[in-house]
């Protein structure tokens, strides 16, 4: 029989009716009526083509057919718990693989961990580098940030941010624009162009230009004193998500670090 054919239900309601050797006291233990029972065992009757069940003056008795599988079909269901614990034990688990573009992890994703580890310890990271495509059976990922509009295919929340600044360097400097791919500043005429917006900020900072970015990536080297805004921040329809498909975003440990991230 193909395992995708296997009467698992049935099975389970023969394991119960087998240690109880009675249809009520299986129904008990499964929450079920005792007619219920009775109809699954009939069932399973006719799958296998056997008599699994006697009834005698002294109740209940088990065929040489049913006594024959009953010690496999235990050990069977051991194995499916213990199966069971294996995939969940994932849900304790300290260890989280995270995706992200290499500006994020650098500006905004490590300093916030480093925040989250100090209040536990047995925290864990892994670290991916991450831009356009974030396959997550690939690398196992448990959890992604994505520029974009909104999740995307995934599950998300946004991360808050005010939008977009323009960042130079203190005191001022050149006032060249320092284009990055993804805010629309993907001009080939612009003077200055780099790779992303974390090496904008830091082209700001050294006084090249001024940059244009998401306020979420400058906020600390704002605070820091390494560039200043240039006027006020604008809002976007772009912004940064943390996303996952549906079974990696209910592990409570992805939802743990989520409300950490957007805390």
């Not at 809002?235 to 939802?255: D, E, F, H, M, N």
Request: hydrophobic fraction near 45%; aromatic fraction near 4%.
């Amino acid at each position: 029989m193909k395992r995708t054919h296997l009467p698992l239900n049935g099975l389970r309601v023969l394991d119960a009716a087998a240690r109880h050797l009675s249809f009520t006291r299986a129904a008990d233990e499964l929450a079920v009526t005792p007619a219920a029972v009775g109809q699954q065992i009939r069932a399973l009757e006719d799958t296998l083509g056997v008599v699994l069940f006697r009834r005698t003056t002294k109740g209940l008795e088990l065929t040489q057919e049913g006594e024959a599988g009953l010690a496999a079909l235990r050990d069977g269901f051991l194995h499916f718990e213990e199966s069971v614990r294996a995939m969940q034990a994932g849900q304790s688990s300290k260890s989280l693989t995270i995706a992200a573009p290499r500006d994020v992890t650098q500006k905004w994703l490590m300093p916030r961990l480093a925040e989250i580890a100090r209040d536990d310890g047995e925290l864990r990271f892994i670290l991916v580098a991450a831009d356009d495509v974030i396959d997550f059976t690939e690398a196992n990922l448990d959890l992604a940030i994505r520029w974009g509009e909104g999740p995307g295919a995934h599950e998300g929340e946004a991360l808050e941010s005010e939008g977009m600044v323009t960042v130079e360097c203190p005191g001022g400097g050149s006032e060249l624009r320092i284009a990055w791919p993804g805010c629309g500043a993907e001009d080939v005429s612009a003077p200055i162009r780099v790779a992303d917006a974390g090496l904008a900020i830091d082209a700001a900072a050294q006084g090249l230009g001024r940059a244009t970015v998401p306020e979420l990536l400058a906020a600390r080297d704002i605070a820091a004193g390494r560039v200043v805004r240039v006027g006020e921040a604008k809002s976007s329809r772009l912004g940064y998500w943390l996303v996952a498909p549906l079974p990696q975003w209910r592990q409570k440990k992805v939802q743990a670090l989520v409300d950490a991230l957007t805390a």
